[in-house]
């Protein structure tokens, strides 16, 4: 019943600016939590973001903290991740999920969340 959709990834060299979005159907984004992870190759899957049910939380990982701004467009049932100041650490697979049973969020435990997108691939080179 609910799908999410990610885009907006690509080749961008450090310092810049992508903004990936997160289209869901099905649900309204308002209505429960999103999360944001990602994976480099060779590693395991970290959460970077979060935000909850109606904004009741949002939440950074240290490493994109002051860079990355979770946002949600009700009207367009999508959830955004403006990403800046890129660098080339922030390379990887990125992947938008849902977490129906909850009003805040939190990037932990992956496994909490209980529906995912694709992922798009963002890539940091000069």
């Known amino acids: 019943q609910l799908q999410l959709v990610e885009s907006g990834g690509g080749f961008v060299q450090p310092g810049g600016s992508l903004r990936l979005s997160c289209a869901a159907s099905g649900h309204s984004v308002d209505y429960f939590a999103i999360g944001w992870f990602r994976q480099a190759p060779g590693k395991e899957r970290e959460g970077i973001s979060c935000?909850?049910?109606?904004?009741?939380?949002?939440v950074y990982a240290d490493s994109v903290k002051g860079r990355f701004t979770i946002s949600k467009d009700n009207a367009k049932n999508t959830v955004y991740l403006q990403m800046n100041s890129l660098k080339p650490e922030d390379t990887a697979v990125y992947y938008c999920a849902a977490d129906l049973f909850r009003l805040s969020c939190a990037i932990e435990d992956a496994d909490q969340y209980d529906d995912w997108g694709q992922g798009t691939q963002v890539t940091v080179s000069s």
């Open positions: 935000i909850g049910s109606s904004n009741a939380t949002i």
